[in-house]
Each structure stands twice: as C-alpha cells, then as structure tokens.
C-alpha cells in the first residue's frame, strides 16, 4: 500500500482529489493512511465496518461507491477506480489525460500490468480493447453515461463493452510511461489462484460471454500461468454457474451486442473487431 501511495505522490499530474477507501481492515492500515492524508490535503479516507468477509466483485464496487458518493461528481472531468497493490510510473495521469484531451470519443483507458519474476518484469497479458479493472481511468460524462460499475464479478469487463455499444471507445496501451507493477497476480484470490480463475470464469457467465467463445479464449492462453489447469478451471468457473442457473447481466440489449461482438472478435481478434465498432461510428453508420 505504501508503493501505491508513495507513487501517485510523486505523479506529475496529481489527483484534485484522492479518496481512499478503508474497507474495515484490521492490520496498520488505518494508521498508515491517517499518516499520508496528514500530510497530503487532497487526500482524504472513507472508512467502513469490517464485513466479516471477503465479497471479490461487489465488495470491491460496494468499496469504490463508498468513496465515490462523498465527492462533487460535477467538480471533476476524469475519475479513477484506482487498486492499492500498484507501482505507477511518474507520467501515468498526465498521459492519460494527454490521451483523452487528444480523442473525444475515448471513454476509458489505462496502461498495462506487469508482474516482478526473479528481477524481470513479465506482462499480465491483457487485451488492448479495455481500460485494466486495477486502474480504471475515465472521463467522468462516460463513467456516468453507461450507469458506473456494476455491483458483480466481471464488472471490469461489463463496462467497456458498455463504452462500446454507446460508441465510445475503451482501451489499454503498453508503452513504457504506461507500464506499471502490479504487486499481486491479476485474478488471484486469498484462498489461491484456482478460486480467483473460478472466479474469474463465473464472472464471464455472468457477463454473458458464450462458452464457446471463452473455451476458444482459454485454448489461446494455455502457455500463461498457471498452465493450462489454470484456463481449465475458468472455464468449470462458467460452467458451475450454468450448471446452478445462476442469474446473469440482466440487460438483455447489453448481452446481444456483446455476443455479436464476440463473435466477430473470433474471426478477426477482439482489437480489430473494436476498431471496426469504432470506425463505424465515427462515420456515423
């Protein structure tokens, strides 16, 4: 936590505002963040009960709304859902708000995650047509135009197709001012990386994604770790929620765009089928 913090302090373009969310935590972290907003006026803590338990998907949202509803919406043109597991590069703020005062039509946006391995840095692998869910950087008119986050797993997924059926556009960039460290695996769960694949399975159920459509994903990363019981497990992830007819996205214009956009991305990957959306809507069709 203190990495995260240390690097937004030293950010070129600081946050107006940074509100940090304790979410009931009993180790030092009430103490830790008393220390940062005594010294830094523009951040401030919200502070919520202990649960009892770890609610991944809502719990993060219910976390992020806890802070977001304290602020004056219309003081601010861009908001930042922003994970405290983070390394930032110094630029990270400023190129994003470069890219979006460059584009009109960019909604959400983000670097790319790395993890540190034995003094290198190895890439999370993540797709380029959406903003990362650690780090979701917005224009704060499309934050609210689609509706915000939605309060499930796979809400980091939901949202940018949701940029994308209103015709904006979501992306992730990997480029060195853009790269930051992400000091805990993506998908990983406190009961191990199996239950946050599980998790991470179910949530594309849930999102409305095809299983064919998420077998053909899982085929294609077999080579990232874990190997291949790892895309296994999401793929039972999506199947037990099928299996107990759980409730889905419950959108239905939502879920027939996404599956048309999806399929289109298996003939021509999911950038380009993006691009295509994007193209189109810039010349008005």
């Not at 003081?75 to 703020?93: G, H, I, M, N, S």
């Not at 949701?162 to 556009?169: A, D, N, P, Q």
């Not at 793929?235 to 007819?245: K, N, Y």
Request: net charge positive; hydrophobic share 40%; proline share 3%.
């Amino acid at each position: 936590m203190r990495q995260t913090l240390d690097t937004v302090i030293a950010q070129t373009l600081k946050p107006a505002l940074w509100v940090v969310v304790d979410d009931g935590s009993t180790d030092d972290t009430p103490n830790i963040l008393a220390e940062y907003a005594a010294r830094h006026d523009w951040i401030r803590v919200v502070t919520r009960k202990d649960r009892g338990h770890r609610a991944v998907g809502p719990g993060v949202i219910d976390a992020f709304y806890s802070g977001y509803e304290t602020i004056d919406t219309t003081a601010f043109d861009f908001v930042c859902k922003l994970d405290l597991d983070l390394r930032l590069p110094p630029r990270y703020f400023e190129t994003l708000v470069e890219r979006m005062a460059a584009d009109p039509h960019l909604a959400t946006c983000s670097g790319k995650a790395y993890l540190e391995e034995d003094g290198k840095l190895v890439c999370e692998r993540h797709g380029d047509e959406n903003s990362l869910g650690m780090t979701k950087f917005y224009r704060m008119s499309c934050f609210q135009a689609i509706g915000g986050f939605v309060r499930e797993v796979g809400w980091d997924g939901i949202d940018g197709h949701m940029c994308r059926m209103k015709g904006w556009l979501a992306t992730s960039w990997d480029e060195s001012e853009l790269r930051f460290v992400h000091l805990r695996t993506m998908g990983a769960s406190h009961k191990g990386i199996y239950t946050g694949r599980m998790r991470q399975g179910f949530g594309q159920y849930y999102m409305g994604t095809s299983l064919l459509y998420l077998a053909a994903s899982a085929v294609s990363r077999f080579n990232q770790k874990p190997y291949v019981l790892g895309q296994l497990t999401i793929l039972w992830g999506w199947i037990w929620g099928w299996l107990r007819r759980k409730p889905r996205y419950d959108n239905p214009e939502f879920r027939r765009f996404l599956r048309r956009f999806q399929w289109r991305a298996l003939v021509v990957g999911k950038m380009r089928a993006a691009e295509e959306l994007m193209l189109a809507y810039r010349q008005g069709r």
